[in-house]
């Protein structure tokens, strides 16, 4: 059984592309596991630092205990390259430990995704910076992005 089309579909456009991004953006904001699962095929590839993840219920889980250990979570999406079935993205995000300490974590995405606009592969690579609470960028409410907040190359990242 196929699953419902996940618009916007490939190929992709610049415009088209520019949404998928945001749209992954908004589904981490949320911080909801099994609503960010629903935007990758059920037998999704990851690789995420060293860690390789493979299916919706793994997501679940792996997403699960990132947002236990990285509290206060937001996140800034960008869009690097894109072709007809692929998208790269450079990201940063800032969150802190349960300890308080704070840190813009910076990385990289390559994404592949299925004719339904569902992402089948995503491998990501991401960097830790430690950060005091008064260089925190990142300090909308929890949840969406709001849309005048400044993108990663307005703050200069």
Known sequence: ?????????????????VEKVRLAEDGWNS????RVALAYTVDSQWRNRAEFVTGREAIVAFLSAKWRRE??????????????????????????????????????????FDGSGLMQKRYACINDLPIRADDRCFQWPLGRRPGDHAALSELGF
């Open 1 to 17: 059984m196929s699953e419902a089309p996940r618009p916007p579909v490939p190929p992709f456009t610049f415009e088209s592309a």
């Open 31 to 34: 911080r909801d596991p099994a």
């Open 71 to 112: 509290l206060d979570y937001r996140l800034i999406k960008e869009l690097w390259a894109f072709s007809d079935t692929r998208i790269a993205v450079r990201f940063a995000y800032e969150w802190h430990d349960d300890s308080g300490n704070w840190f813009r974590s910076f990385g990289n995405e390559n994404w592949e």
